[in-house]
């Protein structure tokens, strides 16, 4: 089992809809999750970071962090064009940041 | 506040040869930490130094070396390369407090093995 685990897509949404974006972790202990953003070409790009259970939202992005579950998912309102990207999970996992391999999102005009 | 920078942006070098890359972490974070991102593999940890002292290590040969100044800077370098070493190398610096791990990356450095 990989420590860290996302669907590599390619996810497509229409422009307008909710994109959701799903990681879980095996490490029971992991305190710490982040989601990056790269574009191609790009490098990674810190958007949200979240520690505690629940909901945490900033702007269009809402994190969700369910540590009972292993879970943590990003969701992007109202997706635009712009949003076309490779979205990372990272977790702290053993004093370390450990990255998904990410999903590929595209938004569809 | 300026962010992180990595010197050069482009290298290519040859088979057997060695490099060195160099990171400037955004002023006041100590840490840095290394990582390298191909197509295949994603983004794999290399190193992290903290406070000039190598905290942690990823599962990369020693070729790999890393090693940070008193004034954070931090410098990667590859001895004898390896076709397989072509990759973005990838920066990352952070205050690492015990609550944050944020980690801001650099720009990277495309390194090409011919």
């Known amino acids: 089992q990989k420590e860290v685990e996302q669907n590599s897509g390619p996810l497509s949404v229409p422009e307008g809809a909710i994109a959701s974006l799903n990681c879980t972790y095996s490490?029971?202990?992991?305190?710490?999750f982040f989601w990056y953003r790269q574009y191609s070409g790009k490098s990674p790009e810190l958007i949200m970071s979240i520690y505690s259970n629940g909901d945490k939202e900033d702007g269009r992005f809402t994190a969700q962090l369910n540590k009972a579950s292993q879970y943590v998912s990003l969701l992007i309102r109202d997706s635009q064009p712009s949003d076309s990207a490779t979205y990372l999970c990272?977790?702290?996992?053993?004093?370390?940041?450990?990255f998904g391999t990410g999903t590929r999102l595209t938004i569809i005009p | 506040k300026a962010g992180v920078t990595q010197t050069p942006r482009y290298l290519i070098k040859t088979r057997g040869q060695q490099v060195t890359l160099s990171c400037s972490p955004i002023s006041g974070h100590r840490s840095v930490s290394w990582y390298q991102q191909t197509p295949g593999q994603g983004l794999q940890f290399l190193f992290e130094?903290?406070?000039?002292?190598?905290?942690n290590k990823g599962n990369f040969p020693g070729r790999f070396s890393g090693r940070q100044f008193s004034n954070s800077r931090s410098e990667m370098n590859v001895s004898t390369l390896e076709l397989g070493d072509s990759a973005l190398y990838l920066c990352?610096?952070?205050?690492?407090?015990?609550?944050?791990?944020?980690?801001?990356f650099g720009p990277g450095t495309r390194l090409t093995v011919t």
């Open positions: 990272a977790v702290k996992i053993w004093e370390k940041l450990t």
């Open positions: 990352a610096s952070s205050q690492t407090s015990s609550r944050s791990y944020e980690q801001y």
């Open positions: 130094y903290f406070s000039e002292t190598q905290r």
């Open positions: 490490d029971r202990g992991s305190q710490s």
